[in-house]
């Protein structure tokens, strides 16, 4: 018993979805990018070691792709690759586009993990009460001396690159290109941006796109359905347990997982995305893997009727509303008023001896769970005495209406005649 | 024909768990009834010592209060509140298997980067989560988003001194202030201690929108720092409310139901506590226990449809109070007796509100941060000046608020008072409460500005607020800014 839960732990570890693994851990699967890998990886050979000649050569290289494709997982693994032999004739720096959407945390964040020497950053940063703009120009030439110092090679990856676009982060690009190329005292720089906007090098200034318009890697999967069936398979078996990979084989040969594979393959194919299914899938594995826990997963994440789900555990008083609104939506497909939609469902809603107070307070709880929502208005515009002067739209559509009246338990009879 | 009876939280819940007991014949019915008798003589009270501070604070005002009859007040509701977080769950199996596998023990490593959890009001998510949490030897930082009211700077700090609470080691120029400061505050701590924190963000859809950076951040707290940090989401939005991509790919978003009627029986029977987080009701709906119990003691009757008719009077009452939420008062700015006592008759969230709309309309806004700010709610500054009570108070300065303001005031009160007196029940839903203090014309709603933003003005006096806020254990008099 104890040997099938630590396989079950070591295959739910396996799918734990992470955008990277980190430094130490190996890539467990092949996601099919070995040119890609190997082109990334003589890019930075020829910063880290230099070119044929012997010459460190400055260069900067776009990796795209969508989301969970891969991306971020193939740059830790080619900087890796050179990072083990070279670790001391090179650095490396990582901007995540989530925290440095402004020149001075970028610009912070990059001597941070440059130099060590806290107390000097804060000198330059923090503390300083002259405006950061004025002081940039003293930390970039204060960076280029460190650099330069170091005699070291610095490989700096730029994640989430979409949030580099703007004026200030593109003049952070341009002087670490300035710092690269000068004549004088250049130091070898290579800049690698992930991003998942295709069109990226639009949003650049020619001075900025000029230097990744010739170094691209698109890493949009291009695969069958059967390699696509072949990851679930490595991302479910285990090394050594072969009881356990029978079992997956059985579960990933059923019709039902084949179909559900199928859909979301042909939604997307990246792995990220497989990950998420079999990881949510492994949440619900008791002693052995089943093909429901697979196909529960799937609903679980993609096949969710959130609307229904939500209009099913509303009180009845409320669904009244609902059905004056449904009403409402059959006669026209306009913008509606809270007031029109009380005249519709004055009788029913009389029969539960509740009054207009309570009409509208139902109102504000549907736009509070956002079923309904005030058109033209912001959430700001929430407020009572103005409701009914507001115009609302239902976030129900018409199916999924068709959905409620069907599976709400014990709806009155009263219904059925509006309906 | 439509009926309150009808309505889901009546006759149809109701009569379902009457053909239940039909056919055990009132076994549950005297497993509640017998476990109702065991609760009641436990009192819940302020402790001793406790009271004799107030004593001393409050000088002649407590000695005042301690004359007055003894009302049965919502706070001696007979309730087993320290056991609330060892009953058990119920009716979230499938849920909390996810849960448990999810955070997993210390001795397996590997934390998911983040999880949502979702549903209506009130269907146990907290709970749940919770109840897991405690098993687990894991670091809990829990925040609730409309913190975020208070600054983005507070909310971060917040984050981070909760982080690092064991070690106290911020120095006195801790400052965090923007993504990057909390990310490396974050990194550098987790890379020393080597811990396995689960973070815990609250209404998370308070975040949306504005705070959409913050929230992209938190979920990639794992991947950015690549240490042992999960981030759980909770929310009564559905994920595919959030903006695109920034629930897409990583996080796991797990469904609350509301509970069906059979779990809904077992709560009763199981829970018992007129308190009991995991109940749909507000606190005034449960004020009335006592007066069930009774009617089930007196009656003695074995048929069922008998004693549903003599119960759903009552029912009905309790059904339009738990509608209505707020009592309603003729005028508010009386201060008659009666009018008192209806006031009093409010759920307790009300009561947080209308002190929470006084103080915004009576305090300049410079002072919320004083009062307001977590870390300093405990050590607002004690009254000192109760003398000087009668001189102040005539003449007040009115204010008007804005909803944000009002939600940050309210937030603090709540989560101060609830810890105080150890509920939980933070289900509400904080607009149709102001709708109805709106409609009883104990708050006005004064318009919107230029900018759009709503503003209010609370009508009560000071004597009715003082009033109610001794009804909840708050000392109104430490919280006024003209009294300091």
Redesign the interface.
């Known amino acids: 018993m104890e040997s099938l839960e630590s396989t079950m732990?070591v295959v739910?570890?396996k799918l734990?979805?992470?955008?990277?693994t980190?430094?130490e851990q190996k890539c467990i699967l092949s996601l099919g990018y070995e040119t890609e890998e190997e082109y990334l990886k003589s890019v930075i050979k020829q910063v880290v070691i230099g070119n044929s000649d012997g010459v460190k050569v400055s260069t900067s290289i776009m990796v795209y792709g969508p989301?969970?494709c891969g991306k971020s997982q193939l740059v830790d693994k080619a900087v890796k690759f050179h990072l083990k032999d070279h670790s001391r004739t090179m650095d490396v720096v990582r901007l995540?586009g989530?925290?440095?959407?402004s020149l001075q945390?970028s610009v912070?964040?990059l001597c941070?993990q440059i130099v060590d020497d806290n107390t000097l950053l804060d000198g330059l940063g923090?503390d300083d009460t002259t405006p950061f703009d004025e002081r940039l120009e003293g930390i970039l030439s204060y960076l280029r001396n460190k650099l330069i110092d170091t005699k070291k090679s610095l490989v700096i990856i730029i994640d989430g690159m979409e949030k580099f676009t703007d004026d200030s982060s593109q003049r952070l690009l341009y002087n670490l290109f300035d710092i690269s190329a000068n004549a004088v005292f250049s130091v070898p720089i290579c800049i690698i941006g992930i991003t998942t906007c295709v069109d990226i090098l639009d949003s650049f200034e020619k001075r900025v796109r000029s230097r990744f318009s010739h170094r691209q890697i698109n890493l949009t999967p291009k695969i069958e359905f059967s390699a696509y069936q072949e990851w679930a398979m490595q991302l479910l078996s285990h090394v050594t347990d072969k009881k356990w990979n029978l079992q997956t084989k059985a579960v990933c040969e059923n019709k039902d997982v084949i179909k559900i594979l199928r859909s979301l393959f042909e939604a997307d194919r990246?792995i990220?995305?497989l990950k998420?299914l079999l990881?949510?899938a492994?949440?619900?594995?008791?002693d052995v893997i089943t093909p429901e826990s697979i196909k529960n997963a799937y609903t679980?994440?993609f096949a969710?009727q959130?609307?229904v789900?939500?209009a099913?555990?509303?009180?009845?008083?409320e669904l009244?509303v609902l059905l004056g609104i449904y009403k409402k939506i059959q006669r026209s497909q306009q913008a509606w008023q809270p007031a029109e939609i009380f005249e519709i469902i004055k009788k029913?809603y009389a029969?539960?001896?509740?009054r207009k107070?309570?009409f509208?307070?139902t109102i504000?709880?549907l736009?509070?769970?956002?079923i309904i929502v005030p058109v033209g208005g912001?959430?700001?515009?929430?407020?009572?005495?103005n409701l009914n002067e507001s115009y609302y739209k239902c976030e129900i559509s018409f199916v999924e209406f068709q959905e409620i009246w069907k599976n709400y338990p014990?709806l009155?009879s009263?219904f059925n005649e509006y309906l | 024909?439509?009926?309150?009876s009808?309505?889901?939280?009546g006759k149809?819940r109701l009569q379902?768990s009457n053909d239940r007991l039909v056919s055990t014949p009132t076994k549950e019915l005297r497993i509640v009834v017998e476990k109702c008798s065991a609760v009641t003589p436990v009192k819940l009270g302020p402790p001793p010592q406790e009271h004799s501070d107030e004593e001393q604070e409050q000088g002649m005002d407590v000695e005042s209060d301690n004359e007055q009859p003894q009302e049965v007040t919502e706070e001696e509701i007979p309730v087993e509140i320290s056991k609330i977080k060892q009953v058990p769950v119920i009716g979230r199996i499938?849920q909390l298997?996810?849960l448990n596998?999810?955070i997993?023990d210390r001795s397996?490593?590997?934390?998911?980067?983040a999880l949502f959890l979702w549903?209506?009001p009130a269907?146990g998510k907290s709970f749940a989560l919770d109840s897991v949490l405690e098993k687990k030897d894991v670091h809990v930082i829990k925040i609730h988003s409309s913190e975020i009211l208070c600054g983005r700077r507070a909310f971060f700090e917040t984050f981070v001194k909760q982080l690092v609470r064991i070690d106290h080691k911020l120095d006195e120029k801790f400052?965090c202030d923007?993504?990057?400061l909390?990310?490396?505050n974050v990194y550098e701590y987790l890379q020393e201690k080597s811990l396995r924190v689960v973070a815990v963000i609250e209404g998370a859809e308070t975040l949306r929108?504005e705070h959409d950076?913050i929230l992209?951040?938190l979920i990639?707290l794992?991947?950015?720092t690549?240490c042992q940090i999960c981030t759980v989401l909770i929310s009564?939005?559905?994920?595919?409310?959030f903006m695109p991509?920034i629930l897409?790919?990583?996080i796991?978003?797990?469904?609350f139901?509301?509970y069906t009627m059979e779990e809904l029986n077992s709560i009763i029977v199981e829970h018992i506590s007129p308190r009991c987080t995991s109940s749909k009701s507000s606190n005034s709906s449960v004020s009335h226990w006592d007066s069930f119990q009774q009617l089930i003691d007196t009656s003695q009757e074995v048929n069922l449809t008998r004693l549903w008719k003599k119960l759903e009077p009552q029912m009905k009452a309790q059904f339009?109070q738990l509608?209505?939420?707020v009592t309603a008062i003729n005028s508010s700015s009386s201060r008659d007796q009666e009018n008192t006592h209806k006031t009093l008759e409010m759920p307790m969230n009300a009561k947080y509100l209308l002190i929470a709309s006084y103080l915004a309309t009576h305090n300049p806004p410079s002072s919320d941060k004083r009062f307001f700010v977590k870390s300093k709610i405990n050590k607002a500054k004690k009254s000192r000046l109760t003398q000087t009570l009668k001189t102040d108070t005539s003449k007040p300065t009115m204010r008007s608020f804005e909803?944000n303001r009002l939600h940050a005031i309210f937030g603090s009160i709540q989560l101060y008072c609830d810890d105080k007196a150890m509920n939980k029940n933070r289900n509400i839903?904080?607009?149709?409460l102001?709708?109805?203090l709106?409609?009883n014309k104990l708050v006005q709603?004064l318009?919107?500005d230029s900018w759009?933003?709503?503003k209010y003005k609370c009508l009560l006096d000071y004597d009715t607020v003082l009033e109610i806020s001794r009804s909840v254990n708050f000392e109104l008099n430490n919280y006024l800014h003209r009294l300091l």
Request: glycine share 8%.
């Open positions: 732990e739910r570890q734990v979805p992470i955008r990277r980190g430094w989301p969970g995540e989530v925290y440095c959407f945390d912070m964040e941070n923090q990246c990220g995305q998420r990881y949510t492994s949440l619900m594995w008791n679980q994440l969710m959130c609307h789900l939500m099913m555990d509303l009180p009845v008083s009244v029913p029969s539960f001896q509740l107070d309570d509208i307070k504000i709880k736009q509070d769970v956002e912001s959430q700001q515009n929430r407020c009572v005495s014990n009155p009263f | 024909m439509g009926d309150l009808e309505l889901k939280t149809i379902q499938s298997q996810q596998t999810a997993p397996v490593t590997g934390l998911p980067g549903g209506a269907t400052r923007s993504l990057r909390l990310y490396s929108g950076d992209r951040m990639s794992q991947d950015i690549q009564t939005l559905p994920p595919g409310q991509n897409d790919h990583s796991i978003p797990i469904f139901p509301q339009f509608n209505s939420s909803l839903s904080f607009m149709t102001l709708t109805s709106c409609q709603h318009g919107e759009g933003n709503h």
